[in-house]
């Protein structure tokens, strides 16, 4: 069982930066793959970062492409998203989640552990 408990979201102006972090619970955090999605009102929840295992590899959604950071911490038990250039079109609830892979995947449904959701908001 994985716990995993986001922070680091809120208000910013568009062109800023928000750093978010998900601290996971248990001790194999560091055999599981993690990823991060988000979900606008109305619209479904969509990938936009993902991190293999051992934070050698990571994968973006086009629309994050070279704006958006993904890092881990094993040592922390912490996955991080850096946020940068924010975009009114950022704006969502951002979910942490893990995957009982070592890989990579972009795919929702191949996530095991979700965190509850942490609110980002980017004013125009």
């Known amino acids: 069982q994985v716990q995993l408990v986001e922070s680091g979201g809120g208000l910013v102006q568009a062109g800023g930066s928000l750093r978010l972090s998900c601290a996971a619970s248990?001790?194999?955090?560091?055999?599981?793959?993690m990823g991060w999605f988000r979900q606008a009102p109305g619209k479904e929840r969509e990938f936009v970062a993902a991190?293999?295992?051992?934070?050698?590899?990571?994968n973006y959604a086009d629309t994050v492409k070279g704006r958006f950071t993904i890092s881990r911490d094993n040592a922390k038990n912490t996955v991080y998203l850096q946020m940068n250039s924010l975009k009114p079109e950022d704006t969502a609830v951002y979910y942490c989640?893990?995957?009982?892979?070592?890989?990579?995947?972009?795919?929702?449904?191949?996530?095991?552990?979700w965190g509850q959701g942490t609110q980002v908001t980017v004013s125009s």
């Open positions: 989640a893990a995957a009982a892979r070592r890989d990579i995947t972009t795919v929702r449904h191949e996530y095991n552990y």
């Open positions: 248990g001790r194999t955090f560091s055999s599981y793959a």
């Open positions: 991190i293999s295992a051992s934070g050698a590899r990571t």
